[in-house]
């Protein structure tokens, strides 16, 4: 009764952060961060004001992860399928990598993060490429949390991409076709600096990977809250985490 009282109150069952265990704290958390334009069409506002508002969560959850132990955050901003939405809406999420930097990127450098990036460059405007140029070299001594941003980024164009530097590399005598295992195809992968993702989440309650980080998820644990990306909170990512922990990852093992 009180309990039901106390989630109506939303002061919920959501864990906190000192009831995780430590010791086992994903690596790498990936985040599909979905539900931007809902939530804002819930309110009666455009879109955008969805995007502005998820900007915020960004900062929050990159933040707590940080405090947390979380050593790489992925985030998937843009995928090479957003290219088809309406140019407006476009243009505003080109502007807001800018944006998110100008205003929290001291912050980030305070905190000892470092930026990077994955996906392809060449479509993006030259103003995106170089805010996050600039935060990249800004923070690349830093050594806590990478913060990764999936920007233009899919997996399936990935994976073709890697494909053909590989079929070059054959080509030009430098690996033999019996060479190429798993080591050699994750290499080619944008992502080859990063661990595969432990803990996959997606917000706003759908229940697919659209084109996200396929070769690397093979075996990262899932997890769905119907929560729209711009009301995803802390207690969220904690939840996630609690979750996680009580998982057995078998790997096809016993
Ligand atoms: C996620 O929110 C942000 C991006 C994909 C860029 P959406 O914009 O997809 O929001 P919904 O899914 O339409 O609510
Ligand atoms: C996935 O969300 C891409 C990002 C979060 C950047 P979408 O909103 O584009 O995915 P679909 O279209 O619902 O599959
Ligand atoms: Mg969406």
New binding site residues.
Partial sequence: MIKRLWAKLGKSSLPKADSLAPENIPLHVAI???GNGRWAKKRGLPRVAGHRSGMKTVKRITIAANRLGIKYLTM????T??WKRPKDEVDFLMKLPQQFLEIELDELIKNNVQVRMMGTREKLPSHTVSALEEAIKKTENNTGLVLNFALNYGSRLEMLEAVKEIAKDVQQGHLSVAEIDETVMSRNLLSCELPDPDLLIRTSG?L?L?N?MLWQLAYSELWFTDVYWPEFTEKHLYEAIQEYQRRARRYGGL
Wanted: hydrophobic share 40%; glycine share 0%.
């Fill in positions: 599909i961060m979905d998937y901003a843009f995928s399928e957003n759908e697919r659209s996200f």
